[in-house]
């Protein structure tokens, strides 16, 4: 099965048979896969009204567990936005009714970001929605072929994790 980066691949050993274009065979596969996850991710939060960035803090906080609750900084952590972004992003969502900010109890002058209701139904069905866009994406590979995938991909990004790159 030939697809369009085994076309390219070929294209630039004929055109540079000087240049090892081998990392294009994986890297190059792995970016069209994240445009069609972007475009995933597009479709599954449409319905909701939200774009990926609300996701993603939505989920940090939905993850977190009751009461569904965050610093500011644990967000950051978990978004890797700047400090004025994630004050903006929270600033946005509470104008939606997804999430509201509380005085936290251990620091008086910090916040705690709270997951509202609406917020939690809000990220669950988002989650569904978008499982449901990458089993698609997966349909065409085992249980064993994704199980190596996942190993894969970890062993590469891993080192990006760890370093903060």
């Given at each position: ?53 609300e ?43 997804l ?34 866009q ?32």
């Amino acid at each position: 099965m030939e697809d369009e980066v085994d076309r390219l691949v070929a294209a630039w050993r004929r055109e540079r048979p000087d240049l090892d274009v081998e990392p294009l065979e994986v890297l190059s596969r792995v970016g069209r896969l994240s445009r069609h996850l972007d475009r995933a991710r597009r479709i599954a939060f449409a319905e909701l009204g939200l774009e990926p960035w609300e996701f993603d803090v939505l989920t940090a906080l939905r993850r977190a567990g009751s009461p569904y609750q965050l610093s500011p900084g644990q967000l950051l952590t978990q978004t890797l936005v700047t400090s004025g972004t994630m004050t903006n992003r929270i600033d946005r969502l509470a104008k939606k009714g997804l999430v509201e900010r509380l005085p936290d109890p251990t620091d008086r002058r910090g916040v705690l970001v709270r997951l509202t209701p609406t917020g939690q139904d809000h990220a669950d069905r988002a989650l569904a929605g978008l499982l449901e866009q990458e089993r698609a994406i997966l349909a065409e590979l085992s249980l064993t072929q994704r199980r190596e995938l996942a190993g894969l991909l970890r062993e590469l990004t891993a080192p990006f994790d760890n370093t903060g790159h």
